[in-house]
């Protein structure tokens, strides 16, 4: 089992070869609905949630910015560096529906994504 877990560690964060966009590596995510909203968890570790691009297009998410290393540190001696460096970006696709405006936080080391479901019945939209 521990095998499998670092193998699927090694697939995640394993930056494959750049894309023609430059996008060298995507983040994982988890996709939660509640009655009221769609929450996209991402591990996006070291990255401000503020310099993340989103946007919904045909019901697919696109998260997308960049992890870099700070300055101060790239004088340093770097004795492991395992976190993906470099432009991220990430399609999910989302549970069919109308979404509001998304809102973008940190919680648990995770940048936490919050899409309010729109047009429901008996309610406002946000």
């Known amino acids: 089992m521990l095998a499998r877990a670092q193998r699927l560690h090694r697939e995640v964060f394993t930056p494959p070869h750049a894309s023609s966009r430059g996008v060298a590596w995507e983040p994982p995510t988890d996709v939660i609905e509640t009655a009221d909203a769609v929450l996209i968890l991402v591990a996006l570790p070291g990255v401000d949630p503020d ?59 995770c940048v936490v994504i919050r899409l309010p479901k729109a047009g429901r019945p008996g309610r406002s939209t946000p």
């Open 51 to 109: 310099r993340i691009d989103l946007a919904i297009h045909d019901g697919v998410l696109m998260i997308a910015g960049e992890r870099v290393l700070p300055q101060e540190l790239r004088t340093a001696i770097i004795h492991r560096l395992e976190l993906p460096q470099g432009r991220f970006e990430r399609h999910v696709p989302l549970p069919a529906g109308r979404y509001g405006q998304p809102s973008s936080g940190v919680a648990n080391g």
